[in-house]
């Protein structure tokens, strides 16, 4: 019990150092901006500002670049202020906005009817062309109208207006949206889907990328009919900001051409065609060779990925045995032995929400509970938690509420008679659990805790919603700063299985040990009970 007290210690320690650190930073001299950092060529990845990229400020050692980087550049200055990029997923940025988590989303982002009853939007600062992305050797490659794709599977990216164009094609197979353009491209280049909708700018860069795609673009006439709100790119900002019309009066002194002369450059620098950025052709040629050119590029980000991930993973798991081992104790109390009315009326209060606890976080996703807490607490409470506290919070009370079960399993296996034994002592409740109980029911559970600690390793997948720079959150934006799908991810899938290997091996040998040495001391009590 004092090492679970000294581990604890330390645990709140790592806590605390945490929880002065905000998401974002606050002040008016600073234009907070959102993006995913995965969208190239509007915003991607890169592990230098060697391209005159911004640092990432929830992710040191990553810098973001591309065209909405180019435009948050101008748009800070013009307001003078002091920008700072915000890495984070799609589906998080609306959440952000409204939360004050950040002050605007650059991310090629359409005012589309649903976003504008969230938040407002600037003047477009780009107008984009939408055609389809097939593969070279398709029936579809040569289409030359939307409506030259009778029975062909396509898609589009979730939650934009691309997937509601699908409609107009005659005789599609509308396919569900999917989460984002590397996951598209994956099913287009497997076979999956027959194409998906995108812009010309994404699509040139998917282009670059994977030799075997290629692009439909339409006449007007024969294209999509599209309302230019929707093809335009704006700035969302707070519902009733003044940033609003001060970033407008920036965007009114780019011009169209030089709009085109930013996104053609970004195109050229996400697809490593700068001077002395070519990769070598015959390298690139193999699927291994992509492999090898990705890990070489980003492997400080994979590496930053792990860190955290294991970080994650390792405090949140003792946590969370903690968490859990003192609500089984708890409500593992027998309740007719509590003779005063007012702590029997505590008892069952207390009890009824431990139960409540453990059935509402057993039967909710961890990603839903992610955002609850992540974006609801600082938009309704204005509690701003920063990313790695959060993630910490949310996995600790996640796997405390599993292993409260798994806890009781474990002293529910232990025998009756160590109970009646302990009171026929006269020791009391906290006394059997702390001295007899929970030492045999932790031997009995290691496994599983082990098990748990495995699972959290994956499971940190889902804190890329929060914008935590977990190793999925850090793979997505390797994939889309790339547009290599399968190898970026072959890579991720290769880490998780080593990870999880290796601690699985290690968790065997310190049950092995732990058994041996246990073993030996039930055998010598044992030895000496006989001489007695």
Request: aromatic share 10%.
């Amino acid at each position: 019990m004092k090492n679970i007290r000294k581990i604890l210690l330390s645990l709140l320690l790592v806590l605390f150092s945490f929880t002065n650190v905000s998401f974002a930073s606050e002040g008016e001299d600073v234009l907070r901006v959102g993006m995913e950092v995965n969208y190239a060529p509007f915003n991607f990845s890169e592990v230098s500002e060697e391209n005159e990229g911004v640092p990432v400020s929830n992710s040191p050692g990553e810098y973001a670049n591309g065209y909405d980087v180019a435009i948050a550049k101008r748009i800070a200055k013009g307001l003078g202020k002091k920008l700072e990029i915000y890495k984070i997923d799609w589906d998080g940025l609306i959440p952000a906005l409204t939360s004050g988590k950040i002050d605007a989303i650059v991310a090629g982002m359409s005012p589309t009817e649903e976003r504008l009853k969230q938040i407002d939007f600037t003047d477009s600062y780009y107008n984009a062309t939408i055609g389809v992305v097939t593969k070279k050797d398709s029936a579809y490659a040569n289409a030359k109208s939307i409506h030259d794709f009778k029975d062909a599977k396509i898609t589009a990216q979730m939650g934009t207006f691309h997937l509601d164009l699908i409609d107009q094609m005659d005789g599609v197979k509308k396919q569900q949206a999917l989460d984002s353009f590397p996951t598209m491209i994956a099913a287009t280049k497997a076979g999956n889907i027959d194409g998906y909708i995108s812009d010309k700018s994404g699509a040139m860069n998917a282009i670059a990328a994977n030799a075997d795609l290629v692009y439909n673009e339409f006449e007007p006439e024969d294209g999509f009919e599209i309302d230019p709100l929707l093809t335009s790119v704006a700035v969302g900002v707070k519902k009733g900001s003044d940033l609003e019309d001060n970033i407008n009066k920036i965007l009114a002194n780019i011009s169209d051409s030089e709009q085109d002369e930013i996104m053609e450059d970004m195109i050229n620098i996400s697809t490593l065609e700068e001077e002395g950025e070519e990769e070598e052709v015959e390298e690139n040629q193999t699927f291994f060779g992509e492999m090898k050119s990705i890990w070489s590029r980003y492997s400080s980000l994979f590496l930053k990925g792990i860190v955290n991930t294991l970080f994650i993973a390792i405090v949140s798991t003792l946590l969370g045995f903690l968490i859990g081992l003192l609500v089984a104790i708890i409500r593992k109390t027998e309740v007719n032995k509590i003779k005063n009315p007012i702590g029997y009326a505590i008892y069952k209060i207390v009890n009824f929400l431990l139960g409540v606890y453990v059935e509402v976080f057993r039967g909710t996703p961890m990603m839903v509970q992610s955002v609850i807490i992540f974006y609801g607490l600082k938009q309704y409470f204005d509690i701003d938690l920063s990313t790695m506290f959060a993630a910490i919070l949310i996995v600790s009370i996640n796997t405390g509420a599993y292993l409260s079960e798994v806890v009781r399993g474990g002293i529910n296996s232990i025998n009756k008679g160590q109970f009646e034994a302990c009171k026929a002592l006269g020791m009391t409740h906290w006394q059997t659990m702390k001295n007899v109980v929970i030492p045999q029911a932790v031997r009995t559970i290691l496994p599983s805790l082990g098990n748990e600690f495995v699972i959290n390793i994956k499971d940190t997948s889902v804190l890329n919603v929060i914008s935590v720079t977990e190793l999925f959150f850090m793979s997505k934006s390797v994939a889309g700063s790339t547009y290599q799908y399968f190898p970026t991810y072959l890579i991720t899938a290769i880490i998780y299985f080593v990870l999880t290997f290796a601690i699985t091996r290690l968790l065997l040998l310190v049950e092995k040990r732990m058994s041996g040495r246990d073993y030996i001391l039930e055998s010598s009590t044992g030895a000496k009970n006989v001489n007695n």
